[in-house]
């Protein structure tokens, strides 16, 4: 250290420098040796690595010194032991160095040995040893380039790994299990590479070949010498180097690692104790296996992992522990007396009077069984736990919060199975962290929460006196002895995993790492006695923790406020007087933090004091009650308190039963009538209130009295209504009064909520509260006689008649008159008693089958009816409710106080002038449900209506309404007095109840009354002549309204008017020309969509003889024009979902009609595509007018066509030569059209033809005019298409048997080229149906093609072959291939068409496979096509010059065209991803398909390595974000998930032909790429000599693409930081920051 250290560094340099002039054996060689060979081992912190390497050329002098037997003068038994020793030595170093010039010089030092080792062991062969073997395989896969400076030759590293991974691996006499150490170390070394992916494959390969030699060498022979060091070096070297890069903070070189492991815990879980527990983890099910879910791409299958795992190891290991009961808790009331304990004698006190629930809140803690993890916790704690505190703790952009989260929980439920040791390390290296490390505060402070909340030590039955102490005799004695040995190997403990999980990765692996008890030692140490972990809990953990919570920073309290609900946990874990005697402390403490002025402190703090609550039980709630009320007591504090209470009750309310918190019932009422009336209520009701804090702005009051009903007694509840009374009786002020209601209200509601309901009580209560003060309700407030006598007395002055005795009588303010308010107010205890039977009857909580409970309601039919004559609207309107109920009960009372009851609803509305109150609206539903109820109906089946009014008569003794008709008004229905003898309401009645609530139906807030009740009548059928009026103006609103449930209502309550009532046939015809012409011509859409909405409700409904008379045609028309011209697409999807099921309907002679117009629409395709020859200008305008009409029509009638085809079956037969001549006409048109205009567009100089027509039909629109020619009939192919697809789909043998149409299928395929978009993947779609019903096979059948010379672009040749073949000829299919290719290079491919062009490619490489030779398959064949990796072209045109196509050379054309286009994103895409992603895709599935002996030739694989090598290495952002299925992707979430898909595509190669093949390509690209990227840097400098000012402009331009992506980077960090979620290691909920 210091100066001496490097003292000693300068003497090893020295040394190295001189040790070459060394040339005799000497002791002090064999000396330094030994001297200096520890320093190998040491960390990079203490040795450097470069007096390492002087170490090492110290070494490789002075071995051959001491060892050679020709120089050397030392036994040859000791020489081979000194071998041995440097052997290990240096193989060792193989594994930490990483400086060039140290294993270049390792691998002279190992050749040295394996030289001298020949000689030691006598071999006179020619034929290598197997150290020599070894020493050659270590200086290969060490190479340098001698080329390029520190540049590695991939060559010879590349042949050393074949030749070991293929030949080496399993022959003995080559590579012997000695032999395997250096070789296994560099394996590890070189695994553990991040940027080189041929070296890590390679590498990772030699581990999973030294793997399987280890389970040869088992199987053979267990006891053998080659088993023995092979299980040796598996366990010293590979499964500690395993566990180390586990922790590692790259993922690739996680993932080999772990993969190594998976092959070591398959193939040797057997033979080592250590692996034979991990085999519950490799289950043959990838879904459910640990291995290939915890490190996938997909982040839910990580989260997946982990909560299996645990559920694994949690699963058969704990038992659910006797948790002490709530008596057991509590203290022994004779002990707290003697105690001097102030806080003792406060938990004495919680003990309530009354029974308290047994079930504890939340989950208790749990303790270990005898029986053992399934996954032993060495294990865990060695190999799953690195991973998992990777995740946990990781920083910037390795932060992934979902992955934390789940990855914090894990730890804590893996920490319950640790043993006492590992755990109590485990929770101080976390604490110690936590002071350190301010920036992972938060996730560390959840991590031990989680730890804390699975502490699973039984310490309850450690015997301790009444303060908690431990009684053991030892224990008194050598208290200090105990003490500190647990301390010390505590902190020991510590130290060794924080220099484990801490170290450096730069240094390698530790020494540590090389002794096999690293991960070997399975079995569990024997832990310590409960004694001294309950020492240790009390004297260290249990002050640790409460230094936390008496943090004074208020920021950090919101942190570690939740330490206390842990503190608790634990504490039940201990002794019963232990807990006594620290839990009060605890509670009070918490209390106290209540009083912090940060409002996420307290939020914190109240969330862990609720969560005490519910852990500990209501028995603690008193407690708990009184420390809050003492602590809060001032001011503001007040508010914290009955917030808190609020917050406390609504928690523990699901988990306590009825009458547990009866004891504390008295502080909270008082608490709660502070809160609601007292100053505490006056504040928060004040307007000058200022206060910021948020308990001081919310009314919970009144919450609290509802909780509160709903778990007392209820012989309780009247403690609740005292103190309402006494504020009732003392004030009638409206705001005061206000606030009684709503907690009477609140109080009903909580008793209706009330588990230990009592009908008989309830009943008897409610009908003599209400009896008490119905009649008080009448009278005023009124002076008792006292009180008058009082104020008499008072006011009169006595003089005596001595005037200095004379005695003045003054009138205080105390002494004044008190007025009693009861009587006033006693209709609010009415209204409460009347609001308990409406919530009871509601909640059906009165049984209707039960004769008692019917007789205790029937009286308060009268008490309800009698309410209706109330003076008190909240009055009436519940006895509204009370009676809507009760007459759908049989009580004998109802059919007594129908008429009354009636009578009394005609008078009020009578009375008042307006709706808008809720008594008139209660009044409306009472009466809806009189005259919906079947049992009232039945009860008034005598009533005779009291008013029954004739119509007013004129002076000729004409109705009003005949002299109307006279007049031309006839009347729309004769109304009969007859209709109305069984009705419940007289017919006048009737038109003045539909008089009044007409105004409703308008009205947001009124019309589901208005409608109810409109229902009613309708479900009776009352019929006047106003009903009828009301449903036009009902139907009008149907289409007019604005809210979508105010449309509805009208549509089903016109629909029944439809149904149930008598319409002639002019009205009806006048009822559909309403709904079509709303439908078409509605100005919103919400009309248009109600209108059809309706419209299908009649088509399904209406019997045929009703609906094809009146509906048939003016629907059939009305679905065409909405389909063919609607703007909202949900309308044209619905009329394209009615059309057919009205088709369908249809009878033959309207059907023949039907085809009638689809011909005469048809005809103008063709006709609209003659060239206009008017002259004049006008006339030529209103040809084109015509002429756009025309293609308007034709496309409707194609669309048509495309939606009928399905429904109409068989009858559709006749129709087929028709249709297929209309697609045929419309694609011809349209190809013509199309390519006419783009030859055009093209001869313009300068312009872009193709590229320009893309960007046009891109802003294009169903039915917008294109301007151009070319695109004029786009539309007409796409639905052209469209149609045949679904033709094709319903009858395939018309379509591709051979009578199918070859020239539409050719048509088809010269559209996969359309300008737009939505016409290419139509035809693509179109394409992939027909390939569906084909098979590859049919390209060998498919018969030579004689076409005629086409004439022009636009001509299709004529086929004279077998019509099903016409797309499977090799041209043929070449041609789709083209049209794929260019689809896939356009700018605008969206996620539908890219999917199906990897399909149509997918299937035309099956065929191309087809013709492949024989020879060629077999791996001897067909001469290679241009080499990808050599086409540096930057055009798919100069890809295309660069090979021949034929039959034979087809597939192989074909991937080189896909690689050409993924290589030309990269060069020319700025960062684009589509057409990579989808070549990616398509490259995964033919490696699948191609056999690996094809996919092993350069024409096959270069292609597809090159662009997946490319894109790995390409950092090149994207200009924008991009949105898919309603997910943004910012560019670097584009770049990382095309990066993923790439190296799951060279994962999938690399399994299909194997590492080594696939490493040789990739260092042929990887050395290409090099040369390329060399040649242009000279480009480079040579550009900055020849034209500067262009060089400048490039570096310019290159400057501000690193800047943009540095801007993405920092606002995704930004929006990363946004999202961050924070949640509680202990619970469910979580805030958003």
Request: charged share 25%.
């Amino acid at each position: 250290s210091g100066g001496s250290g490097n003292l000693v560094m300068h003497q090893i340099h020295i040394l190295s420098r001189v040790a070459e002039y060394a040339t005799e054996e000497t002791q002090d060689a064999k000396a330094l040796l030994d001297l200096l060979l520890p320093t190998l081992k040491r960390p990079g912190s203490v040795v450097p690595a470069r007096t390492k390497g002087d170490v090492l050329n110290i070494m490789l002098r002075f071995i051959p010194l001491v060892i050679d037997p020709s120089v050397s003068a030392i036994a040859k038994d000791e020489q081979q032991h000194l071998l041995a020793g440097y052997l290990n030595s240096i193989s060792s170093s193989f594994g930490r160095l990483r400086l060039d010039s140290a294993r270049a010089t390792l691998s002279r030092i190992l050749s040295t040995l394996a030289k001298f080792d020949r000689q030691l062991q006598g071999v006179t062969t020619s034929e290598p040893t197997p150290l020599e073997s070894a020493a050659w395989v270590v200086e290969e896969i060490n190479a340098y380039s001698t080329q390029r400076l520190n540049e590695p030759d991939h060559e010879r590293r590349l042949v050393a790994f074949g030749r070991l991974n293929d030949e080496l691996w399993n022959q003995p006499a080559l590579l012997d299990a000695h032999a395997w150490i250096p070789v296994l170390h560099n394996l590890v070394y070189f695994a553990q590479d991040q940027e080189e992916l041929a070296t890590r494959s390679n590498a990772s390969f030699g581990l999973a070949r030294f793997i399987t030699r280890t389970a040869q060498a088992f199987n053979a022979d267990p006891q053998s010498a080659e088993a023995q060091v092979m299980g040796r070096s598996t366990q010293s070297i590979l499964l500690p180097s395993i566990k180390h890069m586990l922790a590692s903070k790259h993922e690739v070189v996680q993932m080999e690692f772990l993969g190594a492991l998976r092959r070591a815990v398959h193939e040797c879980g057997d033979f080592f104790d250590q692996l034979r527990d991990l085999k519950a983890l490799d289950t043959p099910d990838e879904e459910a296996n640990f291995f290939y879910n915890i490190l996938h791409i997909q982040t839910h299958r990580r989260t997946r992992a982990m909560r299996r795992f645990r559920d694994l190891v949690a699963k058969n290991v704990y038992i659910q522990s006797q948790m002490p009961t709530d008596d057991a808790m509590d203290v022994d009331e004779d002990s707290a007396s003697d105690s001097d304990d102030d806080e003792s004698k406060g938990v004495a006190e919680k003990k309530p009077s009354t029974s308290r629930s047994k079930t504890p809140a939340i989950q208790p803690l749990v303790f270990n069984s005898e029986q053992a993890s399934p996954i032993s916790p060495a294990n865990i704690r060695a190999l799953i736990f690195p991973l998992l505190e990777n995740w946990a703790l990781a920083e910037g952009d390795q932060l992934n919060h979902d992955l934390s989260n789940e990855a914090i929980q894990t730890i804590g439920a893996l920490s319950a199975v640790l043993p006492w040791s590992q755990y109590n390390a485990m929770l101080r290296k976390y604490l110690g962290m936590a002071k350190k490390t301010p920036s992972l505060e938060k996730r560390l402070m959840r991590l031990i929460m989680s730890l804390l909340d699975n502490f699973h030590f039984d310490l309850r039955h450690v015997k301790v006196d009444k303060l908690g102490r431990l009684l053991s005799d030892e224990s008194a004695s050598s208290d200090k002895e105990q003490e500190v040995p647990v301390v010390v190997v505590a902190e020991t403990e510590l130290a060794e995993v924080a220099e484990t999980d801490l170290a450096d990765e730069d240094t390698g692996l530790t020494e540590a790492d090389d002794e096999s008890n690293m991960v070997t030692d399975s079995v569990p140490q024997k832990d310590l006695p409960e004694e001294r972990i309950h020492k240790v809990v009390v004297s260290f953990l249990l002050p640790e923790l409460k230094k936390m919570i008496t943090e004074t920073n208020e920021e950090k309290l919101m942190l570690r406020a939740p330490v206390a609900m842990a503190i608790v946990r634990i504490l039940t874990a201990l002794p019963e007087n232990t807990m006594t005697a620290q839990l009060p402390g605890v509670l009070t403490t918490i209390s106290n933090m209540l009083r912090a002025k940060a409002q996420s402190a307290r939020n914190a703090t109240r969330e862990t004091l609720v969560r005490i609550v519910k852990f500990l039980g209501p028995s603690y709630f008193g407690f708990i009650v009184k420390e809050l009320k003492a602590s809060l007591s001032r001011g503001v504090h007040k508010h914290i308190l009955s917030y808190t209470i609020y917050a406390l009750l609504k928690e523990i309310l699901g988990m306590i039963k009825v009458g547990d918190l009866d004891y504390t019932l008295e502080p909270l009422i008082e608490i709660l009538v502070q809160d609601v009336f007292g100053q505490v209520g006056e504040d928060k009701d004040s307007e000058d209130w200022t206060s910021k804090m948020r308990e001081a702005k919310v009314h919970h009051g009144p919450d609290c009295f509802e909780m509160l009903a709903s778990v007392t007694q209820f012989d309780n509840i009247r403690m609740m209504l005292a103190p309402l009374r006494d504020i009732l009786r003392e004030t009638d002020t409206p705001k005061r009064t206000r606030v009684v209601d709503n907690v009477l209200r609140r109080i009903s509601i909580g008793v209706n909520h009330n588990k230990s309901y009592d009908t008989k009580s309830i009943l008897i209560f409610c009908h003599s509260i209400i009896n008490q003060y119905l009649a008080m309700s009448t009278k005023d407030a009124k002076d008792t006689k006292k009180v008058k006598e009082d104020a008499e007395q008072l006011k009169r002055l006595r003089f005596a008649s001595n005037e200095e005795n004379a005695k003045v009588y003054i009138r205080r303010k105390d002494m004044a008159p008190k007025r009693d308010y009861l009587q006033a107010n006693a209709h609010r205890f009415v209204q409460f008693g009347l609001e308990i039977v409406y919530f009871g009857l509601r909640r059906e909580r009165f049984s209707s089958k039960d004769a008692e409970v019917l007789g205790m309601l029937d009286p308060f039919v009268d008490l309800a009816g009698n309410g209706l004559f109330s003076r008190y609207n909240s009055i009436i309107s519940l006895c509204c409710k009370i009676w809507a109920i009760m007459v759908r009960l049989p009580l004998p009372s109802v059919s007594a106080g129908i008429p009354v009851v009636i009578k009394r609803l005609f008078a009020i509305f009578r009375q008042t002038s307006s709706t808008n109150s809720d008594m008139i609206q209660n009044c409306f539903k009472l009466l809806a449900s009189l005259l919906r109820s079947k049992h009232a109906e039945s009860l008034m089946a005598g009533y005779e209506p009291e008013e029954l009014e004739t119509p007013e008569k004129d002076e000729v003794g004409k109705t009003v309404s005949d002299k109307k008709a006279k007049k031309g008004k006839k009347p729309a229905v004769r109304i009969s007095a007859d209709c109305m003898k069984d009705s419940l309401i007289s017919e006048q009645q009737l038109r003045d109840l539909i008089d009044f609530i007409r105004p409703d139906i308008e009205e947001t807030e009124r019309q589901a009354t208005a409608f109810s009740l409109i229902r009613a009548i309708l479900t009776r059928r009352m019929i006047v002549d106003s009903l009828y009026k009301l449903l036009d103006n009902i139907r009008e609103l149907m289409i007019t309204a604005q809210d979508a449930n105010v449309r509805e209502v009208c549509r089903l309550t016109w629909f029944q008017f439809l149904m149930d009532y008598p319409l002639g046939e002019r009205r009806l015809t006048n009822a559909m020309s309403f709904i079509v012409q709303n439908a078409t011509g509605y100005v919103y859409e919400s009309g248009r969509v109600s209108a059809l909405e309706i419209m299908g409700v009649i088509i399904n409904r209406f019997a045929d003889e009703i609906l094809l008379p009146n509906a048939a045609e003016p629907f059939f028309l009305g679905l065409v024009l909405i389909i063919a011209k609607d703007e909202s697409s949900q309308c044209r999807e619905m009329a394209t979902h009615l059309l057919p099921i009205m088709i369908a309907r249809f009878d033959q002679p309207r059907l023949n009609r039907a085809w009638t117009l689809l011909d005469q629409w048809s005809a103008g395709i063709a006709n609209s595509c003659e060239p206009v020859v008017e002259t004049d200008a006008k006339k030529a305008a209103n040809a084109e007018i015509q002429q756009a009409k025309m293609r308007e029509l034709g496309r409707a009638a194609l669309q048509c066509y495309g939606i009928i085809i399905e429904p109409l079956g068989d009858k559709f037969g006749k129709r087929i030569p028709a249709f297929l001549s209309i697609v045929d006409t419309a694609l011809t048109v349209s190809l013509k059209t199309w390519k006419q205009a783009e030859l055009q567009l093209n001869h313009r100089p300068g312009v872009d033809g193709v590229g320009d027509l893309e960007t046009i039909a891109a802003n294009l629109h169903s039915g917008g005019d294109p301007h151009n020619a070319a695109l004029t009939y786009w539309e007409t192919a796409y639905l052209a298409l469209n149609a045949y697809e679904r033709f094709a789909r319903v009858m395939p043998q018309k379509a591709v048997g051979d009578n199918g149409q070859s020239r539409i299928w050719q048509l088809a395929v010269r559209h996969l080229t359309h300008p737009h978009a939505w016409v290419r993947l139509s035809a693509a779609r179109l394409i992939g149906a027909y390939v569906a019903m084909g098979d590859p096979s049919w390209m060998l059948e498919a018969e030579s093609e004689s076409p005629v010379e086409e004439t022009a672009e636009w001509e299709v040749p004529v086929y004279t072959g077998r019509p099903k073949y016409v797309l499977f000829s090799a041209s043929a299919l070449k041609q789709i291939a083209h049209g794929l290719i260019v689809q896939l290079s356009s700018r605008f491919v969206s996620p539908e068409l890219g999917t199906q062009i990897v399909k149509n490619l997918y299937f035309i490489a099956r065929c191309f496979l087809t013709a492949v030779p024989q020879n060629a398959l077999e791996g001897t064949g067909i001469e290679p096509v241009a080499d990808a990796s050599d086409d540096d072209s930057d055009s798919d045109e100069e890809a295309e010059q660069s090979s021949v196509w034929t039959k034979e050379r087809s597939l192989s054309w074909l991937i080189n065209r896909i690689g050409s286009l993924a290589r030309t994103e990269i060069i020319r895409g700025r960062g684009l991803t589509e057409k990579r992603t989808y070549s990616f895709r398509w490259f995964a599935a033919v490696i699948s398909l191609v056999p690996p002996t094809l996919l092993k030739q350069s024409a096959y694989i270069m292609p597809i390595v090159s662009p997946l090598y490319r894109t790995t290495q390409d950092t090149q952002l994207p200009s924008q974000p991009i949105t898919l299925s309603g997910t943004t992707k910012s560019p670097t979430e584009q770049l990382d998930e095309l990066k993923s898909l790439a190296n799951d595509v060279i994962k999938l190669l690399q399994t299909r032909i194997g590492v080594t093949e696939f490493s040789a390509i990739l260092v042929k690209v990887q050395s290409h790429v090099s040369q390329v990227q060399s040649q242009r840097r000279e480009r480079r400098k040579q550009l900055a000599v020849i034209d500067p000012e262009l060089h400048a402009k490039k570096k310019i331009r290159k400057h501000e693409s690193s800047r943009r992506r540095r801007q993405e980077q920092m606002s995704e960090h930004a929006r990363r930081r946004t999202r961050i979620v924070v949640r509680r290691a202990y619970g469910d909920k979580s805030s958003e920051k």
